[in-house]
């Protein structure tokens, strides 16, 4: 922030007049982003874009209103990652895949015996599963599961999984505590939505695939998120569970707020969350359980880390690379089977288009008129949550960026509006 | 058939009959001092929102005196089918209810049966002795209430009640609303409430034993004050709410298709209620058809075919946009429509002025936030957007306001006497630009 908009901001302040003050640089402000702030329909956001150089810009808003001040969040700010956590759990797996620990075509039931006779909900009561789940089912959301009703799944199941405590909001800020194998054993009673293979849902397979790590490499997530993710990247903030002394330094997550009258303006869009059973301000102060897919606090800082590294071949600081070349292209290409059509991500996913998925848990978004068969026409990769948060990693410009924000739920699908904008102001 | 019974259908059916119905006479824009190019801009903002599947239909009227002067419409009562849409078309209103209730208050005021100033333990004695819960909490002290509640509280909404969670209700407070289901008259399916909702002085005394957010005449909070005042029709003028609506309103101007629920003759001709589909069930639905549809039929606020056991006079009328429009010029033309007077002058004047003068924009912020509650103040029943000078400071009225819950809005434009009115069915309120289109209309005036 420079001297005079500083100046301007503290005298609204003063004032009590309605202003949204940054501290950043105005180089690599997005209008749009402004817009939404100050508006009411985001409390905050925090941007960061490398370019081909790796030179970071970041910029960030933050809405102040006379009635629920919205705290500043600064790149050090831990931010609930929620569907965002589940990149970085994948990564996880497949580190582990090439230390040995597990395979990607293996059984789950090699780890986690209860998944051995799974059903599927059919149309005249439940049937075996055609086939086993393997792991890779848990990377690509194949494996049959649904997503919990309270995290945005819909249908019966859905609401089985809402009743059971099955990876929902309990499980990211409440009580009773559960461990990880509890739910996941839990979860196994239940049928599967559809056969394994079938079909592209999404789903809480990334929590499953959570303790299956744990089983096959017996060690707990968090352990294992430690050893092989968090130290050879050095990444520092990424965490499940907040400890008490740094309860300050966690942004705070707000949901949607409707007024029922018409408001002749801009007003806050949102409140506090409120729907967590216990009184926090945010995922994993007290979860329930372990949510590997959902889970995961960090900071704009770390993520800014992680993106250079993906941009940078995974290399790590001594030259060598953190996963094998067969596990890096995995990551990085299409992976579903052509049999789930065209559009394999769009009955679950409705914005994802012809968006294809690859085993980091990465959208691939086509360039006008390409295939996912034909990685030449592959404009981008992508990951978005729930709560409008996302990242984008342009690897044929060596570029990408990080867009944070903490609504949930949020309508918005913003990643590829920003990839445009951002895109548009280079090119200016 | 009982002697009374026969005389009070009597007097239902020999109203209607007094009076030629009123229609509006639609006429080019020109004729009436409105550019029709910038008219046709009205349509645009809501083509777009329909076309990308985000409202089920839309129906906005524009009327000049009583002239309409604009309407468009698309879409049907049904995404998946029904009868195409128009000014005739019966919508649930909502909140667009509470100007109309406000409207019998005011009658009642004239007729001396009530005043503004009257405790509303007048009427319902409970509401002596109440108690505050600063801010909806219940984690201070509970504050015993500075002042009686007036009905003038009631009717500005600065009573001190508020709302259930789901509609813009405050605290702990809010959440015991929805415990309870208060003033469920429509609301019979709560999951929560095991307390059967019977009549609306039941509700009433009921209420009165649940703490304000806020000390009566500090500030405004949405609330169920209006289906309050609601009660206070019931218990002075001896007559259901719908009863004496019908006999006041509905019927002398002719609003055909207004009142509490939907007979069930007009049902195919009322619109089907709908909410936004989450990014699964969108994925999850298949709709024929070009539109991309981001909706899901939404049963919870789909009242039309509830029993319902009182009328909620916060939100319980279903409606047409030229039945409300009918309403509204009635307003605009100081009280009298087609030879029947429903206020004085006067009375309008009193409807409509800012019953909130000692209120300063912080009293409004919690419900407008920082933006609008430097311009917006509230009369007996409607909200009054204002302009403000920049040079000198000077407050004038842009419009009269006010929408419902499910998308609908309407303004009033008393200087040049025009207004608006906007129908579609979407809970929850999204699409916030009842200000664009008054400021179309606004810049359509010809010079």
């Known amino acids: 922030m420079n001297c005079q908009s500083y100046f301007f901001c503290v005298i609204a302040l003063l004032l009590g007049t309605q202003a949204a003050c940054a501290q950043d640089n105005a180089q690599g402000r997005l209008a749009y982003l402004d817009e939404l702030v100050t508006t009411g329909h985001i409390p905050q956001y925090q941007f960061a874009f490398i370019d081909s150089q790796g030179s970071v810009t970041e910029s960030k808003r933050h809405y102040v209103d006379g009635i629920v001040p919205v705290d500043a969040v600064s790149s050090d700010t831990l931010v609930a990652l929620l569907s965002l956590s589940k990149p970085f759990t994948s990564l996880l797996a497949l580190r582990l895949i090439d230390k040995g620990y597990l395979q990607l075509d293996s059984p789950i039931s090699d780890y986690l015996p209860s998944f051995k006779k799974v059903s599927v909900q059919g149309e005249k009561g439940h049937v075996y599963a055609v086939r086993p789940i393997l792991v890779s089912d848990l990377l690509l959301h194949t494996a049959g599961f649904a997503q919990n009703a309270e995290l945005l799944g819909w249908g019966e199941i859905p609401n089985t999984y809402k009743n059971e405590g099955i990876f929902g909001l309990n499980c990211l800020a409440g009580e009773p505590k559960q461990t990880l194998g509890d739910v996941v054993e839990n979860l196994s009673s239940l049928p599967l939505v559809n056969n394994p293979g079938e079909k592209f849902a999404y789903s809480v397979a990334t929590d499953v695939l959570g303790r299956v790590l744990e089983v096959a490499a017996q060690s707990s997530f968090t352990d294992l998120m430690q050893e092989h993710l968090k130290e050879p990247l050095g990444l520092t903030s990424l965490t499940l569970e907040v400890s008490n002394d740094v309860h300050t330094k966690v942004a705070q997550l707000y949901g949607p707020l409707f007024k029922s009258y018409p408001v002749p303006g801009s007003y806050q869009r949102y409140e506090a969350f409120r729907q967590f059973d216990v009184d926090v301000v945010n995922v994993g102060v007290k979860p329930g359980c372990v949510s590997p897919g959902s889970g995961l606090l960090s900071n ?36 579903l089977g052509e049999e789930l059509g065209k559009s394999p991500l769009r009955r679950s996913l409705a914005y994802a288009n012809k968006d294809g998925l690859t085993l980091g848990s990465l959208a691939i978004r086509l360039k006008q008129g390409g295939s996912l068969q034909d990685p030449l026409t592959h404009d981008f990769y992508y990951w978005s949550g729930f709560s409008g948060s996302g990242f984008w990693l342009d690897k044929n410009n060596n570029s990408a960026g990080i867009f944070l924000t903490q609504l949930y739920p949020n309508d918005r699908f913003l990643i590829p509006k920003l990839v445009a904008q951002t895109r548009a102001k280079l090119a200016q | 058939m009982s002697m009374k019974l026969f005389t009070i259908l009597g007097l239902l059916v020999a109203v209607p009959l007094s009076a030629m119905a009123f229609e509006f006479e639609t006429v080019e824009p020109e004729k009436a001092g409105f550019d029709s190019k910038k008219l046709a801009e009205i349509q645009g903002k809501f083509e777009e929102l329909y076309q990308e599947g985000r409202i089920p239909n839309y129906v906005m009227g524009v009327y000049s005196g009583t002239n309409n002067i604009y309407l468009t419409n698309n879409g049907n009562t049904s995404i998946t089918g029904g009868q195409a849409v128009d000014e005739n078309t019966i919508y649930w209103l909502a909140s667009m209810t509470k100007p109309i209730v406000s409207t019998a208050i005011m009658r009642l005021v004239e007729e001396g049966k009530l005043s503004l100033d009257d405790n509303l333990s007048k009427y319902f004695p409970e509401y002596s002795d109440m108690l505050v819960a600063p801010g909806g909490s219940y984690s201070a002290t509970l504050e015993p209430a500075k002042t009686e509640i007036t009905l003038r509280h ?71 004050s209006i289906d309050v005042l609601g009660a206070v029709i019931e218990k002075v003028t001896g007559k259901r709410l719908g009863v004496y609506l019908n006999e006041l309103i509905f019927s002398p101007l002719g609003m055909k298709n207004t009142g509490f629920g939907v007979p069930e003759q007009k049902r195919l001709n009322s619109a089907d209620m709908y909410t936004t589909a989450t990014p699964a069930q969108q994925a999850s639905l298949s709709y024929d058809g070009d539109i991309p549809w981001k909706l899901i039929g939404n049963s919870n606020w789909d009242f039309k075919q509830n029993e319902r056991k009182c009328d909620s006079g916060g939100g319980g009328l279903f409606s047409t946009v030229e039945d409300y429009a009918i309403y509204l010029t009635m307003i605009a033309n100081d009280g009298e429509l087609n030879g029947y007077r429903v206020l004085s002058k006067a009375s309008i004047e ?13 009293a409004f912020r919690r419900g407008f936030g920082e933006d609008a509650s430097s311009y917006m103040k509230f009369s007996a029943g409607f909200g009054r957007k204002l302009d403000v000078s920049q040079t000198t400071g000077e407050e004038t009225v842009d419009y009269y306001f006010w929408g419902g819950a499910a998308n609908t809005f309407f303004w009033l434009d008393k200087e040049n006497k025009t207004v608006g009115v906007f129908a579609t069915q979407l809970v929850p309120s999204l699409y916030n630009i009842n200000n664009d289109i008054e400021s179309i209309v606004d810049g359509a005036i010809l010079k």
Not at chain 2, 168 to 194: H, K, P, W
Not at chain 2, 350 to 358: G, R, S, V
């Open chain 1, 300 to 335: 704009m800082k770390d993520l800014v880390h992680f993106a250079k590294f993906l941009l940078n071949d995974m290399k790590l600081k001594d030259g060598s690379s953190f996963l094998s070349e067969q596990s890096k292209r995995q990551f990085f290409s299409h992976q």
């Open chain 2, 154 to 224: 009631l009717i500005t909404h600065t009573s001190g009640l508020t709302y259930s969670t789901a509609v813009s209700g405050v605290g702990d407070v809010a959440e015991q609303y929805d415990e309870f289901n208060v003033m469920g008259c429509i609301r019979l399916t709560s999951a929560d409430a095991d307390r059967e909702v019977t009549s609306l002085a039941d509700e009433a005394i009921f209420l009165a034993q649940l703490p304000l957010i806020d000390h009566p005449g500090d500030s405004w909070n949405y609330s169920v």
């Open chain 2, 350 to 362: 009193e409807h409509l002025k800012d019953q909130t003068t000692q209120l300063l924009p912080e």
